[in-house]
């Protein structure tokens, strides 16, 4: 089992405990005592009160040790997918031609979907050379194509969205 799969565990197990522990006082804020209130003098539903108001910080310390775990846990894997996205990016960026690297570009700045229209104005483009550059990505499947009328829209394949977007 790799580190990542134990701390996914361990994070489990610590919501699991929290949930478990929140019936468990929910259940002893609940119970009712039987028969007479008072016992030696003191009301035993004001005893449990000051039990549970004496054992406040102790939750609040435990609560905020779990939400710093958390947040250690997870972060981790954040910045390990950012890290994995860019280094994928710019390898896929490596085998294109510098026109195509603005075309993908382009999709990239657009949440991966642009007007065709878009990408004939961009510099150094003309419609012709638009058109062959985004048949060129569709044939090798980076690309797809959608009508809209008299215009097209462009996307990433699902496949490429997934590892470019996400």
Known sequence: ?????????????????????????SSILSEEAAGVCIVDGQCTHEQK?????????????IALVVGAGTY??????????????KD?????????????RKVVNKLIEGKGKVIQAEITRMEGMTKLK?????????DRGVLKKESMGKTNILRFTK????????
């Open 1 to 25: 089992m790799d580190l990542s799969n134990k701390k996914l565990l361990l994070g489990i197990v610590i919501i699991v405990g929290f949930v478990i522990g929140g019936f468990t006082l």
């Open 49 to 61: 009160l000051n039990d549970i108001y004496g054992l406040l910080p102790l939750l609040l310390s």
């Open 72 to 85: 250690y846990l997870m972060s981790g894997k954040i910045e390990k997918k950012d890290k994995s996205l």
């Open 88 to 100: 994928n990016t710019k390898i896929i960026l490596h085998f294109l031609n510098p026109d195509e």
């Open 130 to 138: 638009s058109h062959r550059i985004t048949q060129k990505l569709i």
């Open 159 to 166: 496949e490429i969205e997934e590892g470019l977007l996400d």
